[in-house]
């Protein structure tokens, strides 16, 4: 971020209760930094606190989504030829862990995030696949497809999910909701049940999603979830209870595949 954005950045986060600058924001002045690392296509991860790139590397094939993992804290990644790997998010070293023993066809219109609860790894498409994985083993728990409720406003119609996110994301949580994107629609949904893939419309986001982008939500040690989301260039916030979207600040750095937030000690 180069420092004749500053101002605007820091109009841009007080609209967004956000306190901080250069990509590392604070919620509150009583809560830890956090950062944010957007994916890019070619298996980059982007710091948004700087204006490095870091290339993954000894991954066979392209990284469809990342997600922290609240029960150790490391950064996993899912490629398009099914393979689970833990990566560095400081150097981009990747460790291959398992194969996914049912292959997921959603590509980059797909979400990925970890119930902190079960610990599982919650993989959705926008072809409506609804998957649970276990990222030590590799099993897969194919849940049913993704659809939205009977008596929903968006019923009837086809879901096109593009990322997703759990609340309460952090280790030794007892409660979660799942929360999507669903870019076709522009609208920011709540999948209850996650298993039975029943999608209840919370709102519109009020701003054209694109097919491919980013969803995470931060959760401080108070408690309190914040949830930002990267369409093309742009960094939103979140109202996870009417589903508008309050953009951030523009990235100019070219689209994103993926997004993830943490504590700026997370790493």
């Known amino acids: 971020m180069k420092l004749r954005n500053l101002s605007k950045l820091i109009t841009a986060l007080a609209v967004a209760t956000s306190f901080q600058v250069f990509g590392v924001y604070k919620l509150s002045a ?13 298996n980059l991860l982007v710091p948004l606190d700087s204006n490095r790139t870091i290339k ?14 609240p029960a150790n804290g490391k950064l996993y990644g899912v490629t398009d030829t099914d393979k689970i790997y833990i990566i560095n998010p400081s150097t981009g070293a990747a460790t ?16 990925f995030d ?25 099993d897969v728990s194919v849940d049913k497809p993704l659809a939205y409720a ?24 007892t409660s979660t909701k799942l929360y999507g994107i669903d870019y076709d629609l522009d609208t920011l949904v709540l999948q209850d049940p996650p298993n039975d893939g029943t999608l ?32 093309g260039s742009k960094l939103y916030t979140i109202n996870l209870s009417t589903g508008a979207a309050t953009k951030v600040l523009n990235l100019n750095r070219g689209d ?3 997004l993830v937030i943490t504590s700026a000690s997370g790493y």
């Open 30 to 42: 009583t809560t830890p930094t956090v950062r944010a690392i957007g994916l890019a296509p070619n």
């Open 56 to 69: 993954v590397s000894g991954v066979d094939g392209n990284l469809q989504g990342i997600d922290f993992r």
């Open 96 to 111: 291959f862990v398992k194969k996914l023993t049912t292959s997921f066809d959603g590509g980059f219109q797909s979400g």
């Open 114 to 138: 970890f119930n902190p609860v079960a610990d599982r790894l919650r993989i959705v498409g926008s072809n409506d696949q609804n998957f649970r994985t276990n990222v030590d083993t590799g």
């Open 150 to 173: 009977s008596g929903d406003p968006k019923y009837g119609k086809n879901p096109n999910l593009t990322a997703n996110a759990y609340t309460n994301n952090r280790a030794g949580a």
């Open 200 to 231: 209840k419309t919370i709102g519109s986001l009020g701003i054209n999603f694109a097919p491919i982008g980013g969803f995470d939500i931060f959760t401080d040690s108070y408690g309190k979830d914040t949830a930002f989301a990267i369409s």
């Open 256 to 258: 994103f595949i993926g």
